[in-house]
Structure formats: structure tokens, C-alpha cells
């Protein structure tokens, strides 16, 4: 049951590996490149370029328009829109005699795909993946729009006629062209300004937390309607705001919310992981491929719900998702991969369903039936003949229904799980996007680093270890102390890093470093930060770029303000300056941090549903913050009950820096919050302080949880 692309479709369905070269059919340019989504495209008959001089100067010679085509591996239109026309002989003809054609992989590349993004929003007022967009040959948009069929239908032109008419008008109405296409060049070469001097207080925050209620969902839970997204940044910035107005029906928006997506067919009952969003507005019909984006954030977020409530379900959500990312998007070096597929063998989700004959020939009639009543696996199923695993109902409603006692019931679903995941598992998987990204991986770092923390699950805080060593020995730029790289594949690291790459990234080290206490991933952090300053804030205009000062010139600059699917660059990293100023290490980065959150406080009451992340750095700003100080043997039994506390219940305005007691192993990091701070008696200590002003230091936990809550 697929849908065309929404305003804001982050993903809809299949990615793959690449497919085997058709016979006689020659590979393009693409085959040279490392991007999944490039090489499913690599034996098209389209003479594809990638992005690059080599394009642009051939449409300039031979005076073509370029044809931009924008996707990713993980979307399902994208690939329909390959079979209908990319593949299609007499399509491939006309593209190649009439366009210079370029295909880019919006993930590798966001800066070109939010910069013509923009243009397909202004001019048809709405955007999604696959994108199609028309430039002339210096790369100025002047047409474009997303996916189009091979066939006229429901008002469409199909893509021929539309290929047609922009060739026509390039060659006998140039003056038309290059007239709309100046116009549409000035008004992307606007760089928004950010001059505002709104105060960051705690009116701001209520103001938000007030306007969320607008577009909540009160009966399923989420903002909107169909297709519904899970916005876990927006939950998080609840749950921030919930802390301090401690408003009940705040915290029971973002419950009712974790509780529907996880109860829903938009997570994986088997596997654990969520798929990318709902089709409806009950959460049970997804687009059934996963991201690693999401599943890092809603780990998150579930973790912190956990936190507030001591809820176990929300525990169980957290670690089944991050169960789920090591067991099957992790490289074996520690990265960790983008993406998985909606379809397997042609068919979308079909990994995923299940029939009650399916289910009975492993269960048993008996267990199946009660598998089936909790699960809603019935005859004609509820997703196009079978069944979408989910739970709409509590296990004491259906073993009341069932007949059976609640252990019954319950022995029946462990054992279905056990044995349909184990089957499941014979089948023929989806296709995965095994590149790393720098950005996402510094997303599902921080998961695991938090989480870890919190749960004491020391595998998490091993492969958390694991990715940063793989990130900062593979995706640094050679010959630049703190220079990243973006997207890692096949042994290549390739691209230049984004802001969004720095910012994610420093943020994952920085809650690694408060798991672990290991003074080099707080070095990494503040190298991350310092390079945030020097390459991309905009002193002139305010914020910041998404891209670096010594980034290959574009159209325009990009610079995206609004929280997403992923959040904005520039959101986390003003929480990351802010979070470093508070240990004492990020020189003037937060003032420059409040300027930005100053500018956006009158948005972010009105629409907060742009912003959620921002939010998060704005409750973060306004404070108190909670600064703590450990001296101790990170190791020992005394210091490690200390390093307990801090994460066991929710405390997000809260940074923690330890320095190893005299004779003990490590170094202390270069951090204002550490000087002069002592061992009482030599035993491991803490120190609770606000604005650098300290509470008297503790020895034991109970004091020290004492003071945190006080």
C-alpha cells in the first residue's frame, strides 16, 4: 500500500544492493562511484554524471540544461520512478539527447539536495524525494518538481511530455527561462538573518509548551495526521518542558505517543527497530524501510522516558532498537550503516508479514491462535491480504478474551516471537545501504553512550567506544587536526563534512565521554567545536552554514534553521557549545550559542514543532544547569558508584567531567571544571556546582544523589 511522496517523505521504501548489469547493457559513469543509491543506477541507459566540474562544464560547451535528479537508497518512489523511466530505452534516448543528466545521493550530499529543495518548494509548494529538478548549465534551477510518471494520470504529465516541454522552452523561449530563473537565483541567495534579541527565558519555554497542543493528536498519539512521523525531537523537547512545569498532560502526550508507535505496526515486533513512519494516522501501516537516524533518536527518547517513569516497557523499546542497530547495522570495523529496505524479492514489506497459516505451521494451532489474537494475525489480515505484526490491545484484555490466564498468554507470545524471528530470518531480507555517515553515526553514539550510562549495559558503551575510534581514525580529513569527512564506504572515506557532521558527531563524544570518562573524547569534542566556530558561523548574519568556509562554491550558501527528520546542524550545535562553555572549555561559544537561540525565541513559541531540537538547547541555556566534578579512580568500586548517579534518573541540564585522584591512571582533561578540585580524605569525591559556584563536595552516593535532586 504505497502512497505518492508527502511535503516532508524523509523516506518511502526500497534501497537494495546493486543490481547485476543488465545483459548487454554497458555501465555509466555511476560505477565508479561508493553510494548504494548511485550504483543501483550504474547500468541504467541514462548517461548519467555524477555531481561534479565534469558535468557542469559539458552542459555549458554544448549549451544543454541539466537534468538534477535527487534521491536515496531507502526511497520508494525513487525506484519506481528508475523502472518506469530510468531504465525505460526510449526515455534514457530523449534524456540523453536533450540534457546533460546529473544523479545525486541526497545523503551524501545535502547540501545540493537542500539548495534545489528550496527551489522545488517556491516553485510548486511542496517537496520529496525522488526530485526533479531542470538548471541551466551554471546550475540555476528553473523548473522542477518530484516524482513523475512514465504515463499521464490523476492530472500528471508524464515525465516525456515533461522532458519535451522543458526542452522546447530551453531552446525557443530562452529569455522566459533565464528571466524565471534569475528570479528564483535572488531568492536563494538570500541569507536569512538572524539579528533578533528575543530573551531566553522560561516564558519562551511555556509559550512552547503550550502551542505543541495545537497539533497533538489526543486518540493515536503524534502531531497531525496521515502520513504521520515519529518527531522524536519533538518528544524529547516535551519532556524537557514537562520537567519544569510538570504540566501532567505534557507527560501524558509524549506517553500516549511512545505508546501507540511501539505498539503499532510502525515498530518491528520481532526484531526490535522502528520503521521510517505511518501511512495513517494509527500508527500500523508504515513504509516498512528502517533509518538509522530514527531508530538512534527514538532509542533516545525512549531511554528518557524510561528515566521519568521507570516504566520497563520504555525500557525494553530502547534496548530492543539498539539491539536491533548492533545486531544488523553495524560494520564489522564500528561504524554503523543508513539504511535498510521496505522491499524484499519485489514486494513492499513482504519481509515483514505473516499469515495464519504461516504463523500456525511453526506454532501450533493452540499457540497460534493466541499469538494471533495478540498480534492481530487473522484470515484476510490487515495489510493487503496479511498481517502487519502489532498490538492493539493489552495481554490481559485479549487472555481474558482468549480464555487463558495471562501466563498462558504470555508463554504463547514469548515463544511466537522466538520462533517467527528465527523464521523470518530464513527468508530473503531487505536491501541495506551499508555506507557510514558521519552525522548519523554521531546520532546513534550518542544513543548508546547514553544509554549505556543509564542501564549499565557496558556492550553498548564497547561499541559506542568502538564507532568513535572508527569515525576519528577513518573520517578525518589527512593533514587536518579536527577536519571530517562525511560518508564512508568500501574503505573510501569521501565528501566534506557538513555542520551537521560536527555537530552530531561532537555531541555523540560528548556523551560517551560522560559514560566513560575518557579524557580523549573530550578532546575530540572541543576539536569539533573549535572547528564549528572557525568554519561555519556566520558572524556577519548570525548562526551558522551547513557548510564549511572552504566548501566548493555553490548556488548559495546553505543554512537550515528547522528541526526535521534529522535535527538542524545548527541546533545541536548550540547545545554543544553550550554544554562545553558549562564544563569550561568552549571559550566564547556560548555567547555565540545564545545569539542564535535569541534570535529564534518569538519561532520557537509560535512553532515549536520546528524546532524541537532547538528547544532542547534553549531549556539547556536558561538553566540551572547542574555542573558536576569527580575526582577519583574512574575504575575504582567508590568512584564508580558516584559516576552511577548521575544518569540513573532523567537530568538533562547536567555535565560531568572527572579527573583520576593523585596516583591513579589517565589524565585530567583540560577543563575549567576540574580546577583545584580535590580528594577529601583520598576517598573518590564529587562536587555539585552552578555557574562554577560549588555545593560542599561528597563522598558517597546517597549525598551526592541528594544534592542533584535538591
Request: charged content about 25%.
Amino acid at each position: 500500500m504505497s502512497t505518492p511522496p508527502a511535503p516532508d517523505d524523509h523516506a518511502a521504501a526500497p534501497a537494495g544492493e546493486p543490481a547485476a548489469e543488465p545483459a548487454g547493457r554497458r555501465a555509466n559513469r555511476l560505477i565508479a562511484e561508493t553510494s548504494p543509491y548511485l550504483l543501483q543506477h550504474a547500468h541504467n541507459p541514462v548517461d548519467w554524471y555524477p555531481w561534479g566540474d565534469e558535468a557542469l562544464e559539458r552542459a555549458r560547451r554544448e549549451d544543454k540544461p541539466i537534468l538534477l535528479s535527487v534521491g536515496y537508497s531507502a526511497c520508494h518512489w525513487c525506484h519506481v520512478m528508475e523502472r518506469e523511466s530510468f531504465e525505460d530505452e526510449a526515455t534514457a534516448r530523449q534524456m540523453n539527447e536533450q540534457f546533460v543528466s546529473i544523479k545525486v545521493d541526497r545523503e551524501e550530499r545535502p547540501d545540493v539536495d537542500a539548495i534545489y529543495m528550496e527551489a522545488v518548494q517556491a516553485l510548486t509548494r511542496h517537496g520529496g524525494w525522488p526530485m526533479t529538478v531542470f538548471l541551466l548549465p551554471d546550475g540555476t534551477p528553473f523548473f522542477g518538481g518530484t516524482y513523475y510518471p512514465n504515463t499521464p494520470r490523476h492530472g500528471m504529465a508524464s515525465f516525456r511530455q515533461v522532458l519535451s516541454g522543458v526542452a522546447d522552452a530551453y531552446r525557443n523561449r530562452r529569455e522566459d527561462v533565464l528571466r524565471g530563473a534569475g528570479q528564483l537565483r535572488d531568492l536563494l541567495q538570500q541569507t536569512p538573518r538572524l539579528q533578533g534579541q528575543g530573551a531566553l527565558t522560561v516564558e519562551v519555554l511555556a509559550a512552547a509548551e503550550q502551542a505543541y497542543g495545537a497539533d497533538f493528536d489526543a486518540t493515536n498519539g503524534g502531531f497531525g495526521g496521515a502520513p504521520k512521523f515519529p518527531q522524536p525531537m519533538n518528544l524529547e523537547a516535551l519532556l524537557r518542558l514537562w520537567r519544569r512545569s510538570g504540566r501532567v498532560a505534557t507527560l501524558h502526550s509524549v506517553r500516549l505517543t511512545l505508546d501507540k508507535m511501539a505498539r503499532g505496526g510502525m515498530y518491528d515486533q520481532l526484531g526490535g527497530g522502528f520503521h521510517r513512519y505511518s501511512v495513517d494516522d494509527v500508527w500500523l501501516v508504515p513504509h516498512f524501510e528502517k533509518m538509522l537516524y530514527d531508530n538512534a533518536q527514538l532509542a533516545t527518547v525512549y531511554l528518557q522516558a524510561y528515566q521519568v517513569t521507570g516504566d520497563g516497557f520504555y525500557r525494553r523499546i530502547c534496548t530492543e532498537t539498539l539491539d536491533y542497530v548492533l545486531r544488523e547495522m553495524t560494520a564489522p570495523e564500528g561504524g554503523f550503516y543508513s539504511a535498510q529496505d521496505a522491499d524484499s524479492e519485489g514486494e513492499e514489506g513482504k519481509f515483514f508479514l505473516w499469515t495464519p497459516a504461516e504463523v500456525a505451521g511453526l506454532l501450533g494451532e493452540e499457540d497460534a491462535r493466541l499469538f494471533g489474537a495478540y498480534f492481530d494475525v487473522l484470515p484476510g489480515g490487515n495489510f493487503e491480504g496479511r498481517s502487519i505484526l502489532h498490538t492493539p490491545h493489552p495481554v490481559e484484555a485479549v487472555a481474558r478474551a482468549a480464555g487463558v490466564p495471562e501466563t498462558r498468554l504470555e508463554e504463547a507470545i514469548a515463544r511466537g516471537r522466538r520462533l517467527l524471528f528465527a523464521a523470518r530470518g530464513e527468508r530473503v531480507p531487505p536491501g541495506r545501504d551499508d555506507k557510514v555517515l558521519t552525522a548519523w553515526n554521531g546520532l546513534a553514539l550518542r544513543a548508546l553512550a547514553r544509554a549505556g550510562a543509564a542501564l549499565g549495559r557496558e556492550d553498548y558503551l564497547a561499541a559506542a567506544r568502538r564507532n568513535a575510534a572508527f569515525v576519528l581514525g577513518h573520517l578525518r580529513a589527512p593533514g587536518a587536526d579536527w577536519r571530517l569527512l562525511r560518508s564512508y564506504k568500501d574503505g573510501q572515506a569521501r565528501f566534506n563534512a557538513y555542520l551537521e557532521d560536527y555537530a552530531f558527531y561532537a555531541d555523540g563524544l560528548l556523551a560517551l565521554y560522560e559514560a566513560t570518562f575518557d579524557p580523549r573524547w573530550l578532546a575530540a569534542a572541543q576539536g569539533l567545536a573549535a572547528t564549528i566556530t572557525a568554519q561555519f558561523a556566520d558572524d556577519e548574519n548570525g548562526g551558522f552554514f551547513d557548510t564549511s568556509a572552504d566548501h566548493e562554491a555553490l548556488l548559495t550558501r546553505p543554512k537550515d534553521l528547522y528541526d526535521n527528520a534529522t535535527p538542524a546542524g545548527s541546533s545541536v550545535a548550540a547545545e554543544v557549545l553550550l554544554r562545553l562553555d558549562a564544563l569550561g572549555g568552549a571559550g566564547a561559544g556560548r555567547e555565540r550559542a545564545e545569539r542564535f537561540l535569541a534570535a529564534l525565541t518569538g519561532a520557537m513559541a509560535q512553532h515549536p514543532g520546528a524546532f524541537g531540537r532547538l528547544l532542547c538547547a534553549l531549556d539547556f541555556a536558561v538553566g540551572p544547569v547542574k555542573e558536576v566534578a569527580i575526582v577519583g579512580d574512574p575504575e575504582a568500586a567508590p568512584t564508580r558508584a558516584l559516576r552511577a548517579v548521575l544518569f540513573e534518573p532523567y537530568r538533562p541540564n547536567l555535565v560531568a567531567a572527572l579527573a583520576p585522584a593523585p596516583g591513579a591512571a589517565g589524565e585530567t582533561p583540560a577543563v575549567a571544571l576540574l580546577e583545584g578540585r580535590v580528594a577529601v580524605d583520598g576517598r573518590p569525591t564529587a562536587y555539585v556546582c552552578e555557574h562554577f559556584a560549588c555545593r560542599l563536595p561528597v563522598t558517597d552516593a546517597a549525598a551526592l544523589r541528594a544534592q542533584l535532586d535538591a
